[in-house]
């Protein structure tokens, strides 16, 4: 049987680096490389992307754009990791459990959108609550998220190892940033479309002295509700929604057994996984909750939901690679 042909477009960047060191221990594929002297050279690039079976993109909004403009061929499916696409007509979103029927879509879709990072936890969240009716489509969200500065690129790696290397294991002058202070954020209006919400979300991100790992915090004043409900209905709607999810896991209700001492959420627990763990705290006195959740910005957040959507996309078994 003739292996399905998979070409890597930025196959040297962060994700793309990630998703072929994952591709290139198995033996059910062939990547199909271009050399580094032809990267920029259209013909040859549009000659390859045209004669896989999967082409994904690493690459630059632009770039990516440019890229899909080059594929003529209806049997290429394509597999964007850039944001260019995660909210655009005739693109499929690539969180397999976002809701019943979206893992048969990507299986039959030729263009899929890998979901970005800090959406993905945020859906994990929320998604489940507003589509069983739990909150309402116009409930105004705040998301309070940290990311490892992996998730900046290239760029904001090599910045931070320059510093750990002038610092020689000092303390990292920077240890915690909050940027994305002129509001807008490019993930936002993917997570509104995909969580189903009528207003933007309020997106506070932020980047930590550790190289990947993410925390994503949703707090819900409940107390706002006309009819609120508990943190344990919360919690069983939750689960009830994922059950039998193999890359998503919902902590039991108020668990504490996952934490560091008891009290810390680490954001780096379920690094170089395809997990992403949802968690559920509520006080029922004062009608409020947090929902978190806790992946790796690399991994589900990035490279491991790639593989998981080639996987679902070649019809193969979803955990090959992962």
Same mark, same amino acid.
């Given at each position: 049987?003739?292996?399905?042909?998979?070409?890597?477009?930025?196959?040297?960047?962060?994700?793309?680096?990630?998703?072929?060191?994952?591709?290139?221990?198995?033996?059910?594929?062939?990547?199909?490389? *271009? @050399?580094?002297?032809?990267?920029?050279?259209?013909?040859?690039?549009?000659? *390859?992307?045209?004669?896989?079976?999967?082409?994904?993109?690493?690459?630059?909004?632009? =770039?990516? &754009?440019? =890229?899909?403009?080059?594929?003529?061929?209806?049997?290429?499916?394509?597999?964007?990791?850039?944001?260019?696409?995660?909210?655009?007509?005739?693109?499929?979103?690539?969180?397999?459990?976002?809701?019943?029927?979206? &893992?048969?879509?990507?299986?039959?879709?030729?263009?899929?959108?890998?979901?970005?990072?800090?959406?993905?936890? %945020?859906?994990?969240? *929320?998604?489940?609550?507003?589509?069983?009716?739990?909150?309402?489509?116009?409930?105004?969200?705040?998301?309070? =998220?940290?990311?490892?500065?992996?998730?900046?690129?290239?760029?904001? *790696?090599?910045?931070?190892?320059?510093?750990?290397?002038?610092?020689?294991? !000092?303390?990292?002058?920077?240890?915690?940033? !909050?940027?994305?202070?002129? %509001?807008?954020?490019?993930?936002?209006?993917?997570?509104? +479309?995909? @969580?189903?919400?009528?207003?933007?979300?309020? %997106? !506070?991100?932020? !980047?930590?002295?550790?190289?990947?790992?993410?925390?994503?915090?949703?707090?819900?004043?409940?107390?706002? $509700?006309?009819?609120?409900?508990?943190? =344990?209905?919360?919690?069983? @709607?939750? @689960?009830?929604?994922?059950?039998?999810?193999? %890359?998503? +896991?919902?902590?039991?209700?108020?668990?504490?057994?996952? $934490? #560091?001492?008891?009290?810390?959420?680490?954001?780096?627990?379920?690094?170089?996984?395809?997990?992403? +763990?949802?968690?559920?705290?509520?006080?029922?006195?004062?009608?409020?909750?947090?929902?978190?959740? #806790?992946?790796?910005?690399?991994?589900?957040?990035?490279?491991?939901?790639?593989?998981?959507?080639?996987?679902?996309?070649?019809?193969?078994?979803?955990?090959?690679?992962?």
């Amino acid at each position: 049987m003739t292996k399905p042909k998979i070409f890597i477009d930025g196959e040297s960047g962060t994700t793309g680096l990630q998703i072929y060191s994952r591709l290139n221990q198995r033996d059910d594929i062939e990547i199909v490389s *271009i @050399a580094a002297s032809q990267r920029k050279d259209a013909t040859e690039r549009a000659k *390859i992307l045209n004669s896989v079976d999967v082409a994904i993109l690493c690459l630059p909004d632009d =770039a990516a &754009r440019e =890229a899909v403009s080059l594929v003529n061929s209806t049997q290429v499916k394509i597999l964007d990791a850039s944001t260019a696409y995660r909210t655009a007509q005739g693109w499929v979103y690539g969180f397999p459990e976002l809701h019943p029927g979206q &893992r048969e879509q990507i299986a039959k879709a030729q263009f899929v959108s890998n979901p970005g990072c800090y959406p993905t936890g %945020f859906l994990a969240c *929320i998604r489940p609550l507003i589509a069983q009716g739990l909150l309402p489509s116009n409930f105004p969200v705040t998301i309070n =998220a940290v990311s490892g500065y992996s998730g900046g690129g290239k760029n904001l *790696i090599q910045k931070y190892d320059r510093l750990h290397e002038q610092q020689k294991g !000092v303390t990292s002058p920077y240890p915690y940033g !909050v940027y994305g202070l002129q %509001f807008g954020h490019k993930h936002v209006k993917e997570m509104q +479309q995909h @969580a189903g919400l009528t207003s933007p979300p309020l %997106f !506070v991100p932020a !980047v930590g002295d550790f190289e990947q790992g993410m925390v994503v915090q949703v707090p819900l004043p409940l107390w706002t $509700l006309d009819n609120p409900p508990s943190g =344990a209905e919360i919690h069983q @709607a939750i @689960a009830h929604y994922y059950q039998g999810e193999k %890359f998503v +896991q919902v902590a039991p209700y108020q668990d504490t057994s996952l $934490l #560091r001492d008891g009290t810390f959420l680490d954001a780096i627990a379920v690094n170089n996984t395809n997990i992403v +763990q949802v968690f559920v705290f509520a006080n029922d006195n004062t009608q409020e909750a947090l929902l978190v959740a #806790r992946l790796d910005n690399l991994g589900k957040g990035a490279s491991g939901a790639a593989v998981q959507n080639l996987n679902i996309m070649l019809g193969v078994p979803e955990e090959l690679g992962l």
